[in-house]
């Protein structure tokens, strides 16, 4: 079993909105994936708010629901082919601040392929 994590923090992140982000995920060929959107507490409730998804089935845009509150983070974990992948990103005024993505699976060609798109994608050019 090979692993690969990936840590981007915010001076090497491209800013990124979330239904950008969404979007872009939405098209990577999952087998199977789960969404979960946290969003930061509103007034006179406890703690955040979290709302899941177990497929892109509905436009990645209306998948964020924090219109009152801000967005806190995304987390997008599934499998592509073979490999599991695990994309945790940090939101900071609705843009993208820091992304994590930690990749496992039995074939490291495989893995390197997912982690040169990830990093095509997040890291400044």
Avoid: D
Avoid at 39 to 50: E, I, M, V
Avoid at 63 to 74: A, F, G, H, N, Q
Avoid at 96 to 114: D, F, L, P, Q, Y
């Amino acid at each position: 079993m090979f692993e690969s994590i990936i840590a981007l923090p915010s001076s090497n992140t491209r800013r990124m909105k979330s239904a950008k982000f969404l979007k872009t995920f939405a098209s990577f060929n999952w087998s199977s994936v789960q969404v979960e959107i946290n969003c930061r507490p509103r007034k006179k409730h406890n703690g955040p708010f979290t709302t899941k998804y177990n497929a892109f089935n509905i436009p990645p845009n209306k998948m964020v629901r924090c219109k009152k509150t801000p967005l806190e983070s995304i987390q997008l974990e599934g499998t592509i082919g073979n490999s599991k992948l695990k994309i945790t990103c940090i939101f900071s005024e609705g843009t993208s601040r820091w992304v994590e993505a930690k990749i496992e699976g039995e074939n490291k060609s495989m893995i390197t392929v997912i982690e040169k798109q990830l990093l095509k994608i997040f890291r400044l050019k």
